[in-house]
C-alpha cells in the first residue's frame, strides 16, 4: 500500500513539473510570459496542493455523490485563487490591490 501511494505522489508531481514547463518554454519564445521564481513557487504550491487533495479525497470518500461533489469544490476554489492572482478579479489584497 504504501509503495502504491508513494508511486502516485512522484507521478503527481512530475504531472505538476510537467505542466510549470509550459509556462517556462513559453518564455522562452513569447515576450507575453513574464514569470518570475516566486511566480512559479506560487503556482507550484497551488497545483501540487490541489493535487494532493484530489488524490486524498479520492482515497478517503467511497461515495461516489461525494467524492465528485469535494472534488468540484477543491477545483472551483483553485480556479478562483488563480484567477485571483492572475488578475485580481475580485480586486482582494492577494492580487496586490
Known sequence: MESVVSRRIIKIVCGVALVLLIP?????F????????FDFMV?????????LTLEWLTRKFKHTT???LWII??????LLLWAE???????S????S
Open 30 to 37: 513569447s515576450q507575453e510570459v513574464n514569470w518570475s521564481v
Open 85 to 91: 492572482l492572475a488578475v485580481g478579479i475580485f480586486g
Open 43 to 51: 503556482a507550484a504550491f497551488l497545483l501540487l496542493a490541489t493535487a
Open 93 to 96: 489584497p492577494l492580487a496586490g
Open 24 to 28: 517556462l518554454i513559453a518564455m522562452q
Open 73 to 78: 469544490v477543491v477545483c472551483l476554489v483553485l
Open 66 to 68: 461525494y467524492k465528485w
